[in-house]
Each structure stands twice: as structure tokens, then as C-alpha cells.
């Protein structure tokens, strides 16, 4: 723990994190030290980790990037914190973020932008930028994130490192600040699947406070364990395989994702990744997933929409800033707001507001959720019957430049083409690291691979990216 401390303060620069307190780290550390000594060390006993700002940590602000809330103490932990806690791992402080885990740079973020390790002028990718950024400079072995379109794979896939995003529905919302409830799910960066499989493990399991967690995943509970059985069962099988642990896998390539918006260094990169899957063994299936242009407005309604219900609380009364000087009620929340909320956090709450309004609910707000139940459809299509993953990029591009994208919204809604249907459908996705593109003047920056499964497949998709990696 202090040497991860040491080395957070020495790449100060990165503005990955955004609250340190040394005191209780250490203090965390001493009784991971003291629960060995007794022999009741928990699984990730005294490993450092660190928690994107969007969860709520008792002790370590929370901000969720936001000036909204500055300075916010929360009277408790997030579930994901709390299990974690007990798992035995040591908080070594709150990650940057784009503002409430909007946007995909990290260029949201009222405290400034995170800078990706690999190459400082370019963006580590968001909203979960400061969780990638920390692992990738070897700040944190693991870190928690979020993901609601993309968040915890596309940051993963642009800083060179793994991440998971879960089934919707089996890691607790509970302290975890809402975007959009719906497709909002938690989930871990790490460097390696094999660390994912030790973070993920304890994050997962049903939770009463948060109305929809889920009991059962199939024919399982929904408790830790779970991943790691699944894991291990699904590796000793591939060890039994020998010198093709992947024989009988079908991977399905979706052709949508392969469209002319890919470049074509992450083209390349891919595939020399999917030749690699047959030559463990895998069978590559061409399938479709008609729908995958149509989740990005349909992403771009339902997110918002929630997102603008989300924010109502934030009226600088029961919760965040508020304004110094207004004549009246209506004007102190509204200078509040103006205040308080960054500029693509404004934009999400009017475009929500606007979808939900009278008169345009059926034309956008329920279509789009048309659009979302078609995009599901297709995805069950794939995975019952042609295949048994389907395997892609996570985003168009390598990492852009710092600043490059952020006069318009919508390139940065469209770099999230290959992220937004699984959170749609609620499925679990993998990024893990497969290469390196071109960057624009410093050469490499880190390409993504996605590993997409169906419902409560997170322990066999670790297991193929752990075979990969
Ligand atoms: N880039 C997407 C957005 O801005 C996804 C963000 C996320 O997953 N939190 O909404």
C-alpha cells in the first residue's frame, strides 16, 4: 500500500486519482496485516486497489467528478466497496471519471482530464478513465469502475488493460451514484482475467437494498463464488484440451462490427487476434447483429431519459452545491444547477427531458426502448444456436487525442458503437488488450479485444480471455 501511495504522488500528472488520504490506507493495511497474523485473511487481503468517484466510500470523498459535489462526504459504503472491504483489499483512494460517468474521454471531469499512461497526449478513453489509467501505470493492481455504454471496456481496451463488464442485475447498485439505472452495472479493471476473476468474485452477489439485483443467475444464486467456479471449471476443461484449449468454441464475428467505420490499424489488430482463436482451436462463425447502428440513438434516449430523473436530486437541498445568491426557491435550484453541473451533463439532462416530455415520449422514448428490446433479440439470435461468444473490437479507434473530439458530441457518441447494444441487452462483456495500433505522431497506443457472452457467462469469458492472454 505505501508503495503504491509512492507511486500515485509520483505520477501525479496522469490526475487519476482524485482523493488520497495516506492515513486510512495505511490504517486499512495494518488490519489487513493484523486479519493475516490471525489467520483470518480474507481473499485479496492487503491488495491495493481503488474506486472510480461514482461509489460511495465512507472516509474518501465522493464527487463523482462533478462540482455538484464537492467535498461530499457519504455517511456509508457502496456494496461493491463494503464486499470488497471484506474481502480484505485496501482502498488507496477515488478515481477520476468523466461527471456522473457521462461521456467517454474523460474529458467530463470538473477536475480535469485523466492522460493515458501510454502516451500523455492522448485521452485514456471514459468514463472510467482515471480506473484504466491507474492500473495501467501500476497505481492500483485492480480498480473498480462502472459501465453504462461502455465505461469499464472501451477506458480498459485504450489504457492496454482488462476489463468486465457484468450481467445487469448481479453486482449491487447499492452507493453507486445513478446515471442510468438500467444499464448501469459495476465491475472491475485489472491487468490481467485472472485478476478480474479475484476482484469480480466478491463484487458479485444478490443485494436487498438494491431493487434489481438478482437473487438467482439461472440455476445458481447470485453470490460470490460464483465467477470463480464457473472460471476454474471452464480452464480445467481447456487444460484437458491440451494444445487446443479453445477446440469446440464457436466465435461468432459479428459483420456489423467490421463495418467501414473500423480503422484499419484495429482492424489489423483483431484480426491477428482472431487467427490466434483458431489456432487454439476456436471455430469462426460470420453471424449479424442487425440492430448494432441503431443502439447508438436508442442508447442516446434511454441514457438521458434516466439520467435526467437520476439528477433531479442534485437541487442543492438534499443534495450538492448550492448557489450563493438567488431571489427564490425556483432560482436557487436552477442556479444550483447551472452552476453545479458541467456542460455535457446539462446537455444529457435537456435531451432527457425532452425525449420524456409530453409529446415526444412516443416518439422517442418509446421507440427507443422498441429499438432496445429488437437489439436483445438480435444478440439471443447469435448466442442460442450459431455460436457460443461473440467476439469484436471495443472501439473504432485507438486513443484519440486529448481535445480532439471535444467540440462534438456526436463523434464521441459514435466511438461507442461496439460498447452500447450489451448494456441495451444487459449481457457481460470483456476488453482485454490485444495489440497496438498506430498513434497520430507517438506511435503505439493499445488496441481492445471484446468477448461478448450471454447471461451470467462472466466466469467462461474470463476463462477464454485468461486462454488468450
Ligand atoms: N460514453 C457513454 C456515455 O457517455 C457511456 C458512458 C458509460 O458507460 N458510463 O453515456
Known sequence: AQSALDAIAARHELNAFL???????????????????????????????????????????????????????????????????AAGAVTLGKLNCDEFAMG?????????????????????????????????????????????GGSIRQPAALCGVSGIKPTYGTVSRYGMIAYGSSLDQGGPIARHARDLVELLDPMTGFDERDATSLERCGEQPNAAGRVRAAFDAWTAQAQARGSKPLAGLRIGIPREFFGAGLADDVRMAIDDALAQFEALGAERVDISLPRTELSIPAYYVIAPAEASSNLSRYDGVRYGHRAAEYRDLAEMTSRSRAEGFGLEVQRRILTGT?????????????????????????????????CDVIVGPVSPTVAWNLGEKTD??????????????????????????????????????????????????????????????
Not at 416530455?357 to 447469435?382: E, I, M, N, P, T
Open 19 to 85: 482523493h488520497v488520504d495516506a492515513e486510512l490506507t495505511l490504517a486499512q493495511a495494518r488490519a489487513a496485516d493484523a486479519a493475516r497474523a490471525a489467520g483470518q485473511a480474507g481473499p485479496l487481503a492487503g491488495i491495493p486497489i481503488a474506486h472510480k468517484d461514482v461509489f460511495v466510500t465512507r472516509g474518501w470523498r465522493t464527487t463523482a467528478a462533478s462540482a455538484m459535489l464537492k467535498g461530499y462526504a457519504s455517511p456509508f459504503d457502496a456494496t461493491v466497496v463494503e464486499r470488497l472491504g
Open 408 to 469: 462534438d458530441p456526436v463523434a464521441m457518441y459514435l466511438a461507442d458503437i461496439y460498447t452500447l447494444s450489451l448494456n441495451l441487452a444487459g449481457l457481460p462483456g470483456v476488453s482485454i488488450p490485444c495489440g497496438f495500433g498506430q498513434g497520430p505522431v507517438n506511435g503505439r497506443r493499445p488496441v481492445g479485444l471484446q468477448i461478448i457472452g450471454n447471461y451470467f457467462d462472466e466466469g467462461r469469458l474470463l476463462g477464454i480471455a485468461d486462454v488468450f492472454q
Open 354 to 386: 425532452y425525449v420524456l416530455s409530453h409529446g415526444y415520449y412516443d416518439a422517442y422514448y418509446l421507440q427507443a426502448q422498441k429499438v432496445r428490446r429488437l437489439v436483445a433479440d438480435d444478440f439471443q439470435k447469435a448466442l442460442r444456436g450459431q
Open 104 to 148: 467517454s474521454s474523460n474529458e467530463n471531469s470538473a477536475y480535469g482530464p485523466v492522460l493515458n499512461p501510454w502516451d500523455t497526449s492522448a485521452v485514456p478513453g471514459g468514463s472510467s478513465g482515471g480506473s484504466a489509467a491507474a492500473v495501467a501505470a501500476g497505481l492500483a493492481v485492480g480498480a473498480t469502475a462502472t459501465d453504462t
